[in-house]
């Protein structure tokens, strides 16, 4: 291997040179190969699908097959011959009638207008002038106003080829004068096979399990897959010599360790908290950044959870852990995991604004094992009998919230008066929405009442999320019933004519 080729990132090395190369899109590839090889060209292209898929690399192999001067067909594909005066004018990257225009920095219609005017002149060197305009949707309206007029009716030795990762900001009178392809997400197993001939063509020794990490980290994209091996070979260099390991992949893209969050959803399940903040304090001691830690939660959870509506569903990703979930998808019930994800993708939404992510995890672990306790608690209750039947039915049949007003009636029913006037006097009820989550304010926090109320709230209702907010200008529920009150016609009627009237206090209807 020579020095420059060292240098030369795997993504540019093994970028697709023709159709035959181009993995994973057998639609466009047999499309488009017909149309190029009978002569049946679209005159606009519309290319789209997630970044780092291959749609520039799909466009250029267009404009360049559609230029080669003795293209071959191999497999039934027309392939460039990469010699004649075009090809190599176009492997020079100089080939005078292929333009590629960015249109994230060219976006305004006199950059459209300077197309269309080089539109007009027969290209030079080969057959077509090609336009690819890469990001396209960022043109703006009156940029797009002037093309679609080109579109319209564009000279005959023009294609046009745009490219992009948002289409439903394209005008749709572009759109439909366009051949559009919807570029595919690369499979996990599709990626894997990719970096593994890869490293087979580079020499490169790499164990399974960390080709499996960037496949499952690349997200479908070929060439974030390309650059993570590109980094992993740098790290497995610098580091222990030749071999890029799964622990050397792992530290790169800072993964945490799954037996972590395993042992930390089996503390949750034996009720050991101090096990959870052991853990949690194990985590932080080698890393900052919990949102991995959390996101590693997420996926647990949704594993778990399909795990249970379906035990014979396998993730390749997990295939390390797969007894452990196993287990766990018996001993949670699906409440419980759908109110853990919730809580956790909370969480992830708020640890971005948090100072202290260790204590928001912390919290998290907390409202869990409360979740879960108490649920233990209210099994036992119903099944010991103690309760007059009407309440036993409270907690047997369990509902989804509907508004707070309900609430507060069951809680009359469970004669539970003093959480009932804690709740009206010291919190307000800001919102309902039906992913199943609730929040109440409170003037500063209150572990003890917002302990209680979790723990009713979940002994009550399926699926509910509880959240707290504090305000130090808070308005109590009762207070803002007191206002709303003040304000009806009828009781004003009633301050206008006795002196000194006022609303004192607000009392449950017995
Ligand atoms: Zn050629």
Same mark, same amino acid.
């Given at each position: ?34 149309? #190029? ?15 780092? #898929? ?9 404009? $360049? ?34 333009? @590629? *225009? ?26 077509? $002038? ?18 679609? $007029?080109?579109? %319209? ?76 091996? /590109? ?13 890029? +390991?799964? +622990?050397?992949? &792992? ?5 945490? /360790? ?10 949750? =399940? ?6 959870? *903040? @052991? ?6 001691? &080698? =890393? ?33 852990? %797969? ?6 998808? $018996?001993?949670?019930?699906? %409440? ?15 640890? &971005? ?37 009407? %309440? ?5 049949? &369990?509902?989804?919230?509907? =508004? ?28 309902? =929405? ?22 009713? *709230? ?13 305000? @130090? ?32 206090? #607000?009392?449950?209807?017995?």
């Amino acid at each position: 291997m020579t020095k420059e080729n060292n240098h030369l990132a795997l993504s540019r090395k093994y970028r697709p040179a023709n159709l035959l190369k181009l993995l994973g899109q057998d639609v466009l590839v047999k499309t488009l190969g017909y149309a #190029i090889s009978n002569n049946k060209l679209a005159q606009s292209y519309l290319l789209t699908g997630i970044r780092g #898929i291959g749609k520039t690399t799909t466009a250029r192999i267009i404009a $360049k097959t559609i230029n080669c001067e003795n293209p071959n067909i191999e497999s039934d594909l027309p392939v460039a011959c990469e010699i004649c005066s075009n090809c190599v004018s176009f492997l020079k990257n100089n080939h005078p009638d292929i333009l @590629e *225009i960015d249109a994230a920095s060219r976006t305004g219609v006199d950059d459209v207008r300077s197309i269309i005017e080089s539109a007009e002149y027969r290209p030079l060197l080969g057959r077509f $002038k090609v336009f690819i305009i890469d990001e396209v949707h960022m043109l703006s309206k009156n940029a797009f106003n002037a093309l679609l $007029k080109l579109l %319209e009716e564009p000279p005959m030795h023009t294609i046009f080829i745009f490219a992009t990762t948002e289409v439903h900001k394209i005008p749709l009178t572009i759109i439909s004068r366009c051949q559009r392809f919807d570029l595919k997400r690369f499979s996990k197993d599709g990626i894997k096979q990719l970096l593994s001939n890869v490293c087979n063509l580079e020499s490169i020794d790499i164990e399974d399990s960390a080709l499996a990490i960037i496949s499952s980290k690349s997200d479908g994209s070929a060439r974030d897959a390309l650059s993570l091996l /590109d980094q992993a070979i740098i790290l497995g260099k610098s580091s222990n010599g030749e071999r890029i +390991t799964e +622990t050397i992949v &792992k530290d790169m893209i800072s993964a945490v /360790d799954r037996r972590i969050i395993m042992n930390f959803i089996d503390s949750l =399940n034996k009720n050991d908290f101090a096990k959870t *903040i @052991e853990i949690v304090e194990e985590f932080y001691s &080698k =890393n900052t950044d919990f949102s991995i830690f959390i996101n590693e939660l997420l996926q647990s959870f949704a594993y778990i959870t399909k795990k249970l509506l379906a035990p014979s569903f396998i993730e390749d990703e997990f295939c390390d852990i %797969e007894q452990e979930i196993l287990n766990f998808s $018996k001993e949670f019930d699906l %409440e419980f995991l759908q109110m853990a994800w919730q809580l956790c993708y909370k969480t992830q939404q708020n640890l &971005k604004n948090s100072m202290n992510q260790k204590d928001v995890v912390i919290m998290l672990s907390s409202n869990m094992h409360h979740i879960l306790s108490s649920k233990i608690s209210a099994a036992n209750i119903s099944s010991g009998g103690s309760l007059l039947p009407e %309440e036993n039915e409270n907690i047997n049949i &369990k509902k989804n919230f509907d =508004n707070i007003d309900s609430y507060l009636i069951k809680l009359k029913h469970l004669k539970e008066f003093d959480l009932y006037y804690e709740i009206l006097n010291n919190t307000n009820f800001i919102g309902y =929405n039906n992913i199943g989550s609730i929040t109440f304010v409170l003037q500063r926090q209150d572990r003890k009442l917002e302990n209680r109320i979790l723990e009713s *709230i979940c002994s009550i209702y399926t699926g509910i999320v509880v959240e707290f907010e504090y305000d @130090e200008n808070f308005v109590s529920m009762k207070e803002s019933i007191r206002k709303e009150v003040s304000s009806l016609d009828s009781v004003y009627k009633i301050s206008k004519n006795f002196h000194g009237f006022k609303i004192v206090d #607000i009392l449950m209807e017995s």
